[in-house]
């Protein structure tokens, strides 16, 4: 009878999900209601003894990384910070101390990390903005304005001194991309390294009133191997992790921002050289303007805007096939961008602001974005794009519309609607011509952080009638310090279309499990942990016919220096959707619904980041399409000349045995980086990269000098040659020269 009633309500409910699916996901529920009722349990920490007083100061405070001044002597300390990795059970062994303070302009932060434990050389690799974390000594610092341990702010500072911000987004998730006008010094001998930072009032959202914001500071100290932050956060989560901050108690409030307003022109000058050896020289002026319509509310207004100085894309082979994703760089479209650009899944996304302005320039656009309340987010941007009339291509104009709700502790329900449409063509049909989407999703985070889920629905419409179609889509994760798990389902209608999204297959029906155990060793032992991984994944037609399978198993091995090896086994079977070239160097393809199984093995290890020289290893070998085989080679070394020169290598190999046609092919990608960090202002990167499998050479040199926070002059020279699919070579040269202007 129950299933009879399930039947019925999805056949009504249009969604195009059958009965099929449904009792293929029960086995799936079964092994969540076993997990969910499995006796676990976890140390719970009480976060309101984990508290810190800020207070007014009416005392100058000059940013030096000297903490001479009454205030620091006055100031509240957070202290005795607790271990994260290699153990959470106790205090930190390498002290730290925090203070807070702040007057009508800045918050200030200040922190002092002692050697008291292990001392030695500070582990660097550049004075290059937002490095990576998991290969400096560090200091983060995660701010949660509105206490409703979602949103937020990080900054941070590496031993030298070289600047870390994003905005922060589920919790957990740093999006590095933001940047912002903040200030900083770190000094730093043997014993110690002070950090004193001023962050603008103007330069974060914040709702006014509000006398309790979510606070941590976490220390990575990698001669000690050793994590740790102020309020207590479990091994398995980011430090930054805001389900587990602690709280900053303001004694009066925060003081109003006021009129806050920001102009930031540019102009450039572009020469291009292609094919054809002609060179154009191309000026361009334009800017952005931001605008607080409250604390929390932005306006930004982008006109004529030019992303020239926009890092390039790490070349990769492509032996997948379905298309790749690369992220989004240009800065207008950063901030808030979780709002816009997280709403789905990685391969199920209805937003997807690279499809803006790929073919035609950007005239200009407008983005109000922000948090309404403590509980409400909103995000709306228009885009309008040129039409060329020589390569037939209309004018378009693409909108977003998101609204966020936050329920429960820390979950929320999000809306969107994306259109994308033709406007002023002498084609009618392109003029009329539109593609919309709109979606919901809910997302459930537990309050200690362990748990969370996600369904999602959307709904396409279209100037064809028939390109309407449905995704449905969700899953279930638990994360502890030794278990982790994850079941999740997809439905992609066939007719589903999101023009301006990132969703590479469709017509599919997916089902995945895979979990995972760690076991900790002896304290007196280098290894850490070790423990297997075991996942299955599922695709199937709409028809419930089944098209891929892959079955997974890898034993992981994490040691006390944060070194790590892996190794994994694994089975595929594909049943092509559509003709496929396996090498896709168009040699030949195999045909659709032809089917292909095999099995391959593989091994990665990660060394210690304290060495100056660091590496990344992996081999594969085994089995391909079309009864092949396919052997791979995969390095990324590094050398650090600290902190001056970083350099970085990529040498990957793929050899691919396959009957005629295509018989033997091998392809080499290489990529050499060098950054090069004259001071935390200066920077000067230049990137080299051969594809062999497109033929493609790329040189990549940009010069940065930061004169003034958020303020910067940019030479950027680029150059292409591709043989794949045709022949293309060419050059350009930028100068750039932008100005932040606080008005």
């Known amino acids: 009878?129950?299933?009879?009633?399930?039947?019925?309500?999805?056949?009504?409910?249009?969604?195009?999900?059958?009965y099929k699916l449904i009792l293929k996901l029960r086995s799936f529920a079964l092994v969540v209601c076993i997990l969910l009722t499995a006796n676990y349990s976890t140390a719970q920490i009480n976060f309101?003894?984990?508290?810190?007083?800020?207070?007014?100061?009416?005392?100058?405070?000059?940013?030096?990384?000297?903490?001479?001044?009454?205030?620091?002597?006055?100031?509240?300390?957070?202290?005795?910070?607790?271990m994260i990795t290699p153990i959470d059970t106790g205090k930190?062994?390498?002290?730290?101390e925090a203070r807070v303070a702040f007057d009508d302009e800045f918050l200030y932060i200040s922190i002092i990390f002692f050697n008291n434990a292990v001392q030695g050389d500070y582990v660097v690799e550049s004075l290059q903005r937002d490095f990576s974390f998991g290969k400096n000594d560090n200091f983060l610092v995660a701010l949660d304005p509105f206490d409703n341990q979602s949103t937020g702010f990080a900054f941070?500072?590496?031993?030298?001194?070289?600047?870390?911000?994003?905005?922060?987004?589920?919790?957990?998730?740093?999006?590095?991309?933001?940047?912002?006008?903040?200030?900083?010094?770190?000094?730093?001998?043997?014993?110690?390294?002070?950090?004193?930072?001023?962050?603008?009032?103007?330069?974060?959202?914040?709702?006014?009133?509000?006398?309790r914001w979510g606070i941590n500071f976490s220390r990575l100290?990698?001669?000690?191997?050793?994590?740790?932050?102020?309020?207590?956060?479990?091994?398995?989560f980011p430090s930054v992790s805001l389900a587990y901050a602690g709280a900053l108690i303001w004694n009066t409030p925060p003081p109003p921002q006021g009129s806050n307003i920001s102009l930031i022109p540019y102009l450039s000058n572009n020469a291009v050289r292609t094919n054809s050896n002609d060179t154009d020289n191309a000026f361009k002026l334009g800017g952005d303007i931001k605008y607080n319509l409250t604390s929390a509310l932005n306006l930004d207004l982008t006109i004529n805007p030019d992303f020239s100085q926009a890092e390039v894309d790490q070349q990769v082979t492509n032996l997948d096939r379905f298309e790749l994703f690369f992220p989004e760089r240009r800065q207008f479209f950063l901030e808030n961008a979780d709002l816009f650009s997280n709403f789905g899944y990685k391969t199920i996304r209805p937003f997807f602001s690279r499809r803006i302005g790929l073919n035609v320039p950007i005239i200009g656009g407008v983005r109000l974005s922000g948090?309404?309340?403590?509980?409400?987010?909103?995000?709306?941007?228009?885009?309008?794009?040129?039409?060329?009339?020589?390569?037939?291509?209309?004018?378009?104009?693409?909108?977003?519309?998101?609204?966020?709700?936050?329920?429960?502790?820390?979950?929320?329900i999000s809306m969107i609607f994306v259109n994308k449409q033709g406007i002023n063509s002498a084609d009618q049909t392109a003029s009329s011509s539109y593609n919309r989407n709109l979606g919901l999703e809910y997302n459930y985070f537990s309050t200690d952080n362990l748990l969370d889920s996600k369904i999602l629905l959307l709904r396409s419409f279209d100037t064809m009638k028939d390109n309407r179609g449905g995704v449905l889509a969700s899953h279930l994760e638990y994360q502890s310090t030794r278990w982790n798990w994850r079941v999740q389902q997809e439905y992609v209608a066939g007719n589903y279309d999101a023009e301006v999204g990132f969703v590479p297959r469709k017509n599919y029906i997916k089902l995945e499990a895979v979990g995972g155990h760690l076991f900790y060793t002896d304290s007196d032992t280098p290894l850490l942990s070790h423990g297997p991984q075991v996942g299955r994944t599922y695709f199937f037609?709409?028809?419930?016919?089944k098209k891929d399978q892959t079955d997974q198993f890898k034993y992981l091995f994490n040691f006390k220096n944060r070194s790590r090896f892996s190794l994994s086994w694994s089975e595929n079977f594909v049943e092509l959707l559509s003709d496929f070239d396996p090498i896709r160097t168009r040699i030949a393809s195999l045909k659709a619904g032809s089917q292909h199984q095999w099995s391959s093995f593989s091994a990665a290890y990660d060394s210690k980041p304290q060495n100056r020289f660091t590496y990344s290893l992996g081999a594969l070998t085994g089995g391909y399409y079309n009864q092949g085989k396919r052997s791979a080679f995969?390095?990324?070394?590094?050398?650090?000349?600290?902190?001056?020169l970083e350099i970085n290598t990529v040498a990957n190999y793929n050899r691919i045995e396959l009957p005629y046609p295509w018989n033997t092919n091998s392809f080499w990608l290489l990529g050499i980086k060098a950054n090069l960090t004259l001071s935390n202002k200066l920077f000067f990167s230049n990137l080299y990269q051969y594809n062999e499998q497109l033929g493609l050479w790329n040189f990549n040199s940009r010069f940065q000098w930061r004169y003034k926070p958020a303020s910067d002059i940019f030479l950027v020279f680029n150059s292409n040659e591709m043989k794949i699919p045709e022949l293309a070579s060419g050059w350009n040269l930028t100068l750039k020269v932008n100005y932040w202007l606080n008005l």
């Open 221 to 236: 100290d990698l001669k000690a191997s050793e994590k740790s932050s102020w309020a207590p956060v479990p091994r398995q």
């Open 371 to 412: 948090n309404v309340n403590e509980n409400w987010r909103i995000g709306v941007m228009d885009i309008q794009t040129q039409k060329d009339e020589s390569l037939g291509l209309a004018a378009e104009n693409f909108g977003v519309l998101t609204v966020q709700r936050k329920v429960l502790d820390r979950s929320n």
């Open 48 to 82: 309101e003894d984990f508290q810190i007083e800020i207070k007014k100061t009416n005392e100058p405070i000059l940013i030096d990384g000297i903490l001479d001044e009454n205030t620091w002597k006055e100031a509240s300390v957070g202290k005795d910070f607790f």
């Open 541 to 545: 037609d709409t028809d419930f016919g």
């Open 1 to 18: 009878m129950l299933e009879s009633r399930i039947k019925t309500v999805f056949l009504k409910s249009n969604l195009n999900v059958t």
């Open 92 to 96: 930190a062994t390498q002290f730290s």
């Open 156 to 211: 941070g500072l590496n031993a030298y001194g070289a600047q870390w911000d994003g905005t922060m987004y589920n919790g957990r998730n740093v999006d590095l991309n933001w940047d912002t006008k903040w200030y900083s010094e770190v000094k730093f001998d043997r014993d110690q390294w002070v950090c004193e930072i001023a962050i603008p009032f103007k330069s974060i959202r914040y709702e006014e009133g509000n006398r």
């Open 634 to 644: 995969l390095s990324e070394l590094g050398y650090r000349f600290q902190p001056i």
